[in-house]
């Protein structure tokens, strides 16, 4: 089946609302093995809205349509898919019992433009909205169904998770059963290339490759009767990647970021890290410190952005800083040493480099980044060249940092 994606607010196309939901609902449909050819997103218009409809019903088997179900006057979707698909609407009482409930206690009256909320297509199935006023709409035609769903995503995620995933589900007799295999140290290209022989023969399952910031994500989706044959059929092609791959890969878990991933090796092994920061200034103790139950492991943070702060907080000789300069393999590698005898831990990852758009030198140009771990008494240190914004350039240097401790503790711990 194929899905085609709208969704209304003029905030959107202003910038001033980033469309997080196409990311949410994309990634729901490729996990349920739909196919999304087209994404547009329109302003609060209704004659641009209709033409949008028009078009996209006669190409696509499913619409999902976000946003524009509010009590506003500009709130025009609902009414504008209704002209499209000739269906009158209806006040339903059971929508109109929620929107009283929902305001129940906040305040003196409900104002007049909610009950606009209350009113929807006949025949048409109701999505309930636990979390505001505006219920969903499924509404089948002849040649496609049209989703109606709300904007916010505190709103949207739950009805489609809860109410829309399982009816999709349900529109064919074979279930879908995909596998995340999350992959860190390489690039998309070439994780690609890497399993280019794989994707040109695929048929089911299928692969498909997500881009993360410094991460690839594929995902093995296979179609079958029950979810154990699904499963029997995935199976061997994640055991081929990891073949391919290996620790390259650090996680076949969907929920599980790699800092997750960090924490949970340092648990298993009754282990504990620092970090000791200067070009991310904490951004790599920070998404350590987002998982939950890293005081387990996580001892504490360095933030050593001056010359001076590395030699004294972190022992770092003034010769390395005068002969090779805080930006070098050697600084780093004495910042994650001397990181790790002042905290007290076994374990600790270094960061040192120039975040740009100025600084660096000849030799080591913007965007040159030095990350370092020491484990069980063994440095290791690589030399990155990473390019894009300075927040994109830290953002890798700290997925860069979490995948060298999480291979440095494999290293150094895994035949413990």
């Not at 739950?158 to 995909?178: A, C, H, N, W």
Request: glycine residues 10%; charged residues 25%.
């Amino acid at each position: 089946m194929t899905v085609e994606m709208i969704f209304v607010g003029t905030e959107l196309l202003l910038g001033n609302i980033v469309n997080t939901n196409a990311r949410f609902l994309s990634e729901q449909c490729a996990s349920l093995g739909l196919s999304v050819y087209y994404q547009t997103v329109v302003g609060d218009n209704e004659e641009r809205l209709q033409s949008i409809l028009e078009t996209a019903r006669e190409r696509a088997d499913i619409l999902l349509i976000g946003g524009g179900l509010g009590p506003t006057e500009d709130d025009m979707t609902k009414e504008t898919v209704a002209k499209v698909l000739g269906r009158n609407l209806v006040m339903d009482e059971g929508s109109k019992a929620h929107i009283e409930t929902y305001f129940k206690g906040r305040e003196d009256a409900i104002p007049e433009n909610n009950w606009k909320q209350a009113m929807v297509m006949e025949g048409c199935t109701i999505l309930e909205n636990a979390n505001g006023t505006a219920p969903g709409l499924i509404v089948e035609t002849e040649n496609c169904r049209v989703i109606l769903l709300p904007g916010p995503p505190n709103e949207l995620i739950p009805m489609f998770t809860d109410q829309v995933r399982p009816y999709l589900q349900g529109l064919t007799e074979e279930i879908i059963v995909s596998t995340m295999v999350k992959v860190c140290g390489i690039g998309e290209s070439q994780a690609e290339l890497m399993i280019r022989d794989l994707i040109d023969t695929q048929d089911n399952p299928t692969i498909a490759t997500y881009a993360k910031t410094g991460e690839v994500h594929l995902r093995v989706t296979a179609r079958a009767a029950d979810e154990e044959s699904a499963r029997g059929l995935i199976g061997p092609v994640v055991e081929e990647l990891q073949n391919r791959f290996g620790d390259n890969i650090y996680t076949l878990d969907e929920n599980e970021t790699l800092e997750e991933a960090v924490v949970s090796l340092l648990r298993n092994y009754g282990l504990t890290i620092t970090t000791a920061e200067s070009c991310t200034g904490g951004l790599t103790g920070s998404r350590l410190v987002n998982v939950a139950g890293a005081s387990d492991v996580y001892r504490m943070g360095f933030i050593t952005y001056c010359d001076e702060a590395k030699h004294q907080i972190l022992h770092v000789r003034q010769e390395t800083l005068d002969t090779h300069t805080a930006v070098s393999g050697e600084a780093a590698g004495e910042m994650a040493e001397g990181g790790a005898k002042e905290a007290g831990a076994d374990v600790c990852v270094a960061i040192t480099g120039y975040a740009g758009p100025g600084g660096g030198t000849e030799d080591c140009p913007a965007g040159t980044v030095f990350v370092s771990c020491y484990a069980a008494g063994e440095i290791q240190t690589d030399r990155l060249q990473l390019s894009g914004n300075r927040n994109k350039i830290r953002e890798m240097a700290t997925v860069r940092a979490l995948d060298l401790a999480r291979r440095c503790i494999l290293k150094q711990y895994g035949d413990r």
